[in-house]
Structure formats: structure tokens, C-alpha cells
């Protein structure tokens, strides 16, 4: 381990094998830091952050403090990184409530600048949030989404896999797997042709998907309807039941086409 002489660690804070703490980091008691991982200058962890391996927090990052919801009552929760993930400068990440127990960032996630992760928040691997991205409590970011800088997610909100969200918007309702979502107010702007293309999905997979949507959001029936339209009309690939499922489990409602 290289810990810089001003940094504070708490001799009850669990750090792996080629650790770097850079000056004047604190890292409090039951924290646990994975192998290899870089703790910049001035970060500050928290009680009850476990980050996994090969972690980098860039300077003034702070992580696993206790949630900005009037409910919490002190009780023991969590905020948990997986490996190889990256958080720049100046984010703060907020451990769970007792409604969850934890808030949980997954695995090779890109969190840039000035980034909020609220209570409770769950996301996937590969997650990239641009700059000044702000979630509240309860939002689900599932795998591979892309978020553009200064958007700001509203609580229970769900963001499905595959997905890209705009810069500088409102994210009041669910946005579905493989889309695009843009405009104010927030709207469908189609599928997410460019990020699917770079991850190696088929011509005939984007074509289903592009055809569950325009059931979707251009057949006039009504949502429940257009599911069961879209089982009835498409082979039942993966992509199709994600989507299918996703919509299903909807409690806030997706983003309207226009």
C-alpha cells in the first residue's frame, strides 16, 4: 500500500494490496477498499462504503456519507462500487436507507464530474454518467446506459439497458431498453441505433426492436394492448422480452413519443 503521510485511515478500515491513498483522503471505520484501487487527494469515505477492485476516485469525491432523506434514522446501510469502476472529481455518492439497505454502483461504470448518486439508487455495469448528472432516491440505471450532463432523474424513476438519455433534462418517467430520450419535455426520440451498433447488436435484432416500438408508440392501441401486440407480432428474442418485461413492471409510466 501507498498511503501519503496526511492522509487519515482509520485503523479499523479494511485496505487491499496495491492501494494508493493520495494526501489528506480520510477513509473512516468500516470502510473496505478493494485491491488496487487509487483514492485520490481530499476524497473522503465514509462508514459503510465497500469498494471493490482497482477503483479509481478522483480528488474531492465523497462516498458512502449518510442519505439526504428525512426518514433515515441512523441505521447501518451501505453504498457499494463494483470493480473497475471510475468516479471523478467532486461526486458524491450516498449509502441506502432501511428501504433498501444499500445503494449500489456496478461494475466499469463511468462517473464523471460533480455526479449525485442519491439513496437507494441502483445501477448497472457499464453505466456512464456525464458531467452533473443528479439522481434522487430510488433510481434504477440498468447495464450499458449512457446519460448526458446536467440531467436530472426523478425518484423510482427506471432507465432500461441499452439506452441513452440527452444532456440537460428532466427524467420524470421511465425510459425504455434501447432508445433514445430527448427534448423538454422528455420524449421517445427513437432507438438507440449508434450505441447498439457499437456494442455489436444484428441488423435483424435492431430491426425487431425498431418494430416493438413502432407498435409501441405509433399503432394507437393502448399500451397493454401494443405489449400484447408486440408478443403476438414478433419472434420472442431476448431484446423483445426485456422490453416486454420492462414495460410490464412500469409504475411510473414510459416517455410519452411526443
Known amino acids: 500500500m501507498d498511503i501519503h503521510p496526511t ?7 479494511q485496505l487491499g494490496e496495491g492501494v494508493h491513498v493520495g494526501p489528506y483522503a480520510v477513509i473512516e471505520a468500516d470502510v473496505v477498499v478493494g485491491e488496487a484501487c487509487e483514492i485520490g487527494p481530499h476524497v473522503y469515505l465514509d462508514s459503510g462504503t465497500r469498494l471493490g477492485k482497482r477503483v479509481k476516485i478522483y480528488k474531492g469525491a465523497v462516498l458512502g456519507t449518510a442519505p439526504q432523506d428525512l426518514k ?15 468516479i471523478r472529481e467532486f461526486a458524491t455518492l450516498n449509502r441506502g436507507t432501511d428501504y433498501r439497505g444499500k445503494t449500489v454502483v456496478g461494475k466499469h461504470c463511468f ?23 443528479n439522481m434522487a432516491g430510488h433510481v434504477e440505471i440498468q447495464d450499458h446506459v449512457g446519460i448526458g450532463g446536467l440531467t436530472a432523474i426523478h425518484q423510482f424513476v427506471r432507465i432500461g439497458t441499452y439506452s441513452f438519455v440527452g444532456g440537460g433534462l428532466r427524467v420524470t418517467k421511465d425510459v425504455p431498453p434501447y432508445v ?30 425498431k418494430r416493438a416500438y ?7 392501441l393502448l399500451l397493454k394492448e401494443a405489449v400484447k401486440e408486440v408478443e403476438s407480432r414478433l419472434q420472442p428474442s431476448p431484446e423483445i422480452r426485456v422490453i416486454v418485461d420492462f414495460i410490464r413492471k412500469s409504475e411510473r409510466g414510459i416517455i410519452p413519443l411526443r
Do not use: Q
Open 7 to 13: 492522509a487519515i485511515v482509520h485503523p479499523d478500515a
Open 111 to 133: 462517473l464523471m464530474a460533480y455526479v449525485h448518486v442519491a439513496h437507494d439508487c441502483l445501477l448497472g455495469d457499464h453505466v456512464i454518467l456525464s458531467n452533473g448528472v
Open 72 to 86: 433515515y434514522t441512523g441505521e447501518k446501510t451501505y453504498l457499494e462500487v463494483g470493480d473497475d469502476t471510475t
Open 214 to 220: 413502432t407498435i409501441i408508440y405509433r399503432s394507437n
Open 180 to 209: 433514445l430520450a430527448m427534448g423538454e419535455p422528455i420524449r421517445y426520440g427513437g432507438t438507440n441505433v449508434v450505441g447498439l451498433k457499437r456494442k455489436g447488436f444484428s441488423s435483424r435484432v435492431m430491426r425487431d426492436i
